[in-house]
């Protein structure tokens, strides 16, 4: 993910998009900056996925998604 892009175009959402439409992926792997413009960029990915998979509501083709700070 470009640095800027993460959370503030929203940039993650269309990783996962992509991910979920590719034939035989099983897993995601997400790179964000812990923090961008004073933003907790990590912190909002980490927080939006977990209530993804934690709400029940929409049923992904990943086995897993994965989120690394730096």
């Known amino acids: 993910m470009e640095a800027g892009r993460g959370v503030l175009n929203n940039q993650f959402l269309k990783d996962l998009f992509q991910a979920c439409m590719m034939i035989g992926v099983n897993y995601l792997c997400v790179a964000v900056r812990l923090d961008y413009l004073k933003q907790p960029d990590y912190e909002t990915v980490v927080t939006f996925f977990d209530t993804l ?13 994965g989120v690394i700070g730096y």
């Open 53 to 65: 998979y934690a709400s029940d509501r929409l049923k992904l083709p990943l086995k897993g998604i």
